[in-house]
C-alpha cells in the first residue's frame, strides 16, 4: 500500500483538486493479454472532459478485490481520505472500488465521515475497455458532484446510474445488470442535467448520526442467516465446547424470517450469547422489511427483543453488521448502543 508521506511531491498538487482514489474495481481497470491491467494515472485523468481534468489528481491506494477487504482497511481509507482533506487541502475526494461491495464501503465511511468536503463513491460492472464502458461517465459525474458545492456536508455519498444517492438508501440486486444498484426506498439526492452533466440536487439525506471511533473495529461480526427448516448447526459451532470461545466472537448479527422470527432451536444459544454479553442485533432478511414484534412464540422477534437483542428496525443485515461494529468501536454500550442500532 502507497504512504502518502512516500509521496509528498505529488501530495503538493493535491490543493485544491479533487482527488480520485483509486481502491480497485473494473472501473479503473482493462483487459490486456487475458489479464485486467490498472489504467494509469494519465489514462483516468484522459477519461474526464478537458475542462475537469486540471480539477482532478489521481492517487492509487490498494487495488485489489473488495472480497479481500475488512473493516480496518476500510478505516485505513477513511484515515487517507481525511488526510487528503486536512493535510493537503483536497477539495473533494472520489474512492472507485469494486461495485459488489461498494454500498457497504459507502455505508462504512458515511458513518464515519464528519468532514465537509464531498466523499463520492463510484464504481461500473464494465472494464473500462469494454463495449459498454462507463469509466468516463462516472468518474466525470462524480468529478462534477464534487466540485458543485451541493454536496458539501451531505456525507459519504455514491454516484451511480446518473444520479447521487446516500448511501442508507442503496440496494444492490444484480451482480451482471448495469441497473444492478437500487436506491429503495428513496429517490435520488441529486442527478445530472443533460447534455451539460451538471449536477442539480433535489432534497437532502436525513439525518445522520456520525461517530468517532476511539478503538479497532470488530473482525467478528458474522451474520447468521435464518431459512426455513433451518438447523442450530452453525450457531452451536459459534458457541463452541466452553464460554472461553466468546472472546472471539465480537458480536453477531441475526438475519431473521420476515418480522425477524428464528426457528425455535435457535432460541437456547442466543439465550446463551445474550447472557454473556454478546451483542447481538435482529434484523429482517427482506431487502424492504424491517423487525416487527407481532406474536409471541418460541423463536419469535417478540421474544427475541424481550430476551436482550438489539432492534435493528430497517437496517438490512450488512449494514446493520458495518453499524455494530462502528458503534462498539465508537465505545457504545447498552441502550446507548441499541439506540444508535435502531436508527438507519
Not at 502518502?4 to 493535491?14: D, G, H, T, V, W
Not at 480539477?55 to 472480497?67: E, I, M, N
Not at 458513518?111 to 464531498?118: A, C, D, G, K, S
Not at 451531505?154 to 451482471?176: E, H, M, T, W
Request: net charge negative.
Amino acid at each position: 500500500m502507497e504512504n502518502l508521506e512516500n509521496n509528498e511531491s505529488r501530495n503538493a498538487n493535491f490543493k485544491d483538486k479533487v482527488v480520485i482514489l483509486l481502491a480497485g474495481g473494473r472501473i479503473v481497470q482493462r483487459h490486456e493479454n487475458a489479464e485486467e491491467i490498472d489504467l494509469t494515472d494519465e489514462e483516468i485523468l484522459s477519461t474526464l472532459p478537458e475542462e475537469l481534468q486540471s480539477h482532478a489528481v489521481v492517487h492509487k491506494w490498494s487495488l485489489q478485490p473488495t472480497s479481500n477487504y475488512t473493516l480496518r482497511m476500510c478505516g485505513e481509507i477513511m484515515s487517507m481520505v481525511s488526510s487528503f482533506i486536512h493535510d493537503y487541502g483536497a477539495r473533494g475526494v472520489v474512492v472507485t472500488c469494486g461495485i459488489q461491495a461498494l454500498a457497504e464501503l459507502a455505508y462504512f465511511a458515511d458513518l464515519v465521515w464528519e468532514l465537509n468536503p464531498p466523499l463520492i463513491f463510484t464504481g461500473s460492472i464494465f472494464n473500462a475497455d469494454s463495449t459498454n464502458s462507463e469509466t468516463s461517465l462516472r468518474l466525470s459525474q462524480s468529478v462534477r458532484a464534487a466540485l458543485s458545492g451541493a454536496c458539501q456536508g451531505k456525507g459519504a455519498l455514491i454516484c451511480i446510474q446518473d444520479g447521487i444517492y446516500a448511501p442508507a438508501d442503496v440496494l444492490r440486486i444484480s451482480n451482471f445488470n448495469r441497473a444492478g444498484l437500487l436506491a429503495f426506498p428513496e429517490s435520488p439526492l441529486g442527478v445530472f442535467s443533460q447534455p451539460s452533466g451538471d449536477y442539480i440536487a433535489l432534497r437532502l439525506p436525513r439525518h445522520r448520526n456520525v461517530r468517532k471511533i476511539v478503538s479497532p473495529l470488530a473482525r467478528n461480526i458474522p451474520i447468521l442467516s435464518a431459512s426455513l427448516g433451518d438447523g442450530d448447526l452453525i450457531l452451536r459451532a459459534l458457541l463452541g465446547k466452553s464460554e472461553q470461545k466468546f472472546e472471539e466472537l465480537d458480536g453477531l448479527v441475526v438475519s431473521g424470517l420476515g418480522d425477524g422470527d428464528v426457528p425455535s432451536v435457535w432460541v437456547p444459544s442466543l439465550r446463551k450469547l445474550v447472557r454473556a454479553e454478546i451483542p447481538i442485533v435482529l434484523t429482517s432478511r427482506y431487502p424492504d422489511g424491517f423487525v416487527q414484534a407481532m406474536e409471541d412464540f418460541e423463536g419469535s422477534a417478540s421474544q427475541l427483543l424481550e430476551m436482550g437483542l438489539i432492534n435493528a428496525g430497517m437496517l438490512s443485515p450488512y449494514q446493520a453488521r458495518i453499524r455494530l461494529a462502528v458503534g462498539l468501536a465508537s465505545g457504545l454500550q447498552g441502550d446507548e448502543l441499541a439506540d444508535y442500532m435502531h436508527r438507519k
